[in-house]
């Protein structure tokens, strides 16, 4: 009896997961995600202000979201956007994050990365070994931008 | 084959348990979208219409109930290092029916009932408590016991902005300048709340106003005196401005003019506590006589509004409101936290929006500041209380001693220097090197007071050399 309908049950349930979350998926516009359109980063209230200073910084016209926030390679791309995509919709809808915003040591490592693979001429000639030290946004931090 | 099936069932039961489990996430998030799509789509519901006559906060409420919510939570008592409040147990008593108090500042440091011999504060001054409880405190306050106040102190002890129109029929100044001259029972009966939502903001707009003649017309003096003629501060201050002259309204430095009562912001001659004092010394206005020396004294009361002018955060555009009521989220939205408290109970919202250092390292600036600041306030109120303490000998001895005159006055201003860092609520956080400056000025005033006692005329440096700064300079926040 029990080995006729437990298979089907869990079939179900599986069917249920899949199918709400393409639901969710399209419905949060979870797809949008995959591009390089900063405005979609926006998606969530909560990266209004964020989406508005960068407006009005200098890094506008030279990097989007994606240039500073995501690796430079194909997988590393895709990894941290799946990785942050889970995290977002763990921590906002638990609400148990910190307010102001602020970057976690492994996407602090991304955005370092991204300023070295643009600046990295520059930044060869003053990088004396010292790179746990001190990074590009302990003293660049308005480049980006910068909320108030 | 019976073991092989077990282990498949127990798989199997373990996938419907994950499949349930991230089920259960996926609605929670669904919901969670679906929620904040609908807290932005309309961010404010009009279910009742405000307008000019309703005090009642519960009311505003009803429009505006997450920033209500938090107004509400000015009853917390919670103590930081130097303020704050932590609700103490009291057995309450006919004239006094709070079952729960701040503690007493005169307990925790005995000093300032001699420092304050004469005057009904060396009766009873206890920390201040949140908003809530400016009223209740007020009224059952000791001070009421031993002294007749007037009814001036409703000013900013209550909501007092409908209660004046009503007095003066439609005239905000001419209702306060009647309730001034009235005895403080007859005029709190005039009062229902503490500050209420309709003593900041427009009813119509929501915008911030200023609805205290106090301040009205000090920062008006206050202008004319830097050379701007007439100066309206509800039609000429800009939104950060108010967003910091709303909180200036009472958390400054005041008198009662004349038999009148008249409440007065002495800032006709500029707002650091030299020129307030300049300004007291000229117009010879006495709060009390010292009952050990016999000196014209001044009480200092809490000049928070006029030290914050004198600091740094000042000078970068930061209002009172950027750190005591930072912004926060609630869901979709973005609001200014209404409960009004420390910063330090709040480190994260109301200091990290632009320091990126962490809490801990923030606090410890803090309490440095702090701690040393402190510790020249105990070094001034003692020149202070020594000084005093010897003119009360030299007169017990000589009544007619012709040093004692000159001795008192300095004791006075001493006195009045001391108050202003002591009475301050932000232990010299909001202008440190101001505080530490007006601390070693009194300091400076009481060694040359024991000269004065001596007869000796010992050279007074010459006062403030660094120019004080301007009501909000004009800097906007956020720059480097």
């Known amino acids: ?148 | 084959m019976r073991e092989g099936s077990m282990r498949r069932g127990g798989w199997l039961v373990v996938a419907a348990v994950a499949a349930a489990v991230v089920t259960l996430g996926l609605a929670a998030l669904l919901t969670n979208i679906f929620e904040r799509r609908q807290e932005a789509r309309n961010p404010f519901y009009r279910v009742v219409e405000l307008n000019d006559t309703i005090t009642d906060p519960a009311v505003w409420g009803r429009n505006f109930p997450l920033q209500y919510d938090a107004y509400l939570r000015t009853v917390d008592m919670t103590r930081t290092r130097y303020g704050g409040s932590e609700a103490l147990p009291r057995q309450p008593t006919e004239t006094d029916p709070r079952e729960e108090v701040s503690f007493s500042r005169l307990e925790h440091d005995p000093r300032l009932r001699e420092f304050w011999a004469g005057y009904a504060f060396a009766e009873d001054f206890r920390e201040e408590r949140g908003h809530a409880y400016m009223l209740s405190d007020q009224i059952f306050t000791e001070r009421q016991q031993v002294a007749q106040q007037p009814g001036t102190c409703l000013h900013c002890h209550a909501s007092v902005y409908v209660p004046y129109k009503k007095l003066g029929e439609g005239d905000l100044m001419a209702g306060w300048e009647a309730a001034n001259q009235m005895p403080y029972f007859e005029a709190a009966a005039l009062a229902e709340h503490p500050v209420a939502c309709i003593d900041c903001h427009d009813p119509e707009t929501m915008q911030l106003r200023v609805t205290r003649p106090g301040f009205i017309n000090g920062i008006q003096a206050l202008r004319a005196f830097e050379g701007v003629d007439d100066y309206d501060v509800n039609q000429d201050a800009t939104r950060q401005e108010m967003r910091t002259f709303v909180c200036g309204q009472c958390h400054v430095e005041y008198y009662f003019q004349g038999p009148e009562k008249r409440l007065v912001y002495p800032w006709a001659k500029g707002l650091s506590a030299d020129s307030i004092l300049a300004y007291y010394q000229e117009n010879g206005h006495t709060d009390w006589t010292h009952a050990i020396s016999g000196a014209s004294a001044l009480k200092a009361q809490h000049p928070e509004f006029e030290l914050y002018n004198q600091g740094i955060h000042a000078r970068s555009g930061v209002a009172c409101a950027d750190c005591h009521m930072p912004f926060k989220r609630e869901g979709a939205m973005k609001i200014s936290d209404h409960w009004v408290r420390s910063p330090v109970l709040n480190i994260s919202n109301a200091c990290q929006t632009c320091h990126t250092q962490d809490g801990e390292e923030l606090r410890a600036r803090v309490n440095q500041i702090q701690d040393r600041t402190y510790e020249m306030r105990n070094v001034a109120i003692d020149a202070t209380l020594q000084l005093t303490r010897a003119i009360g000998e030299a007169a017990a001895a000589d009544s007619a001693n012709p040093n004692l005159a000159a001795a008192r006055d300095y004791q006075r201003r001493a006195q009045f220097l001391t108050d202003f860092i002591e009475a301050e609520n932000s232990m010299g956080f909001h202008a440190p090197q101001e505080a530490m400056r007006i601390l070693g000025n009194a300091v400076n005033l009481a060694r040359i007071g024991h000269g004065a006692l001596r007869g000796e005329r010992l050279a007074e440096t010459a006062a403030q050399v660094a120019p004080e700064q301007t009501v909000s300079p004009g800097r906007e926040p956020g720059g480097d």
């Open chain 1, 1 to 148: 009896m029990v080995r006729r309908w437990l298979p089907l049950a869990v079939v179900l349930l599986v069917g249920v997961v899949v199918g709400l979350g393409a639901f969710t998926f399209v419905y949060a516009k979870g797809y949008s995600y995959l591009s390089n359109d900063p405005s979609v980063c926006a998606n969530c209230h909560i990266m209004d202000e964020h989406y508005a200073a960068w407006m009005k910084s200098s890094h506008k016209t030279v990097a989007t979201c994606n240039d500073c926030h995501t690796p430079h390679t194909a997988l590393g791309k895709y990894y941290v956007k799946a990785r942050n995509g889970f995290w977002h919709s763990f921590y906002f809808t638990t609400g148990t994050f910190p307010y102001p915003l602020r970057i976690t040591p492994p996407n602090h490592d991304v955005v370092e990365d991204a300023c070295r693979y643009c600046h990295e001429p520059i930044v060869e000639s003053i990088d004396h070994d010292v790179t746990d030290a001190i990074t590009c946004t302990r003293c660049h931090r308005y480049v980006g931008h910068w909320v108030r």
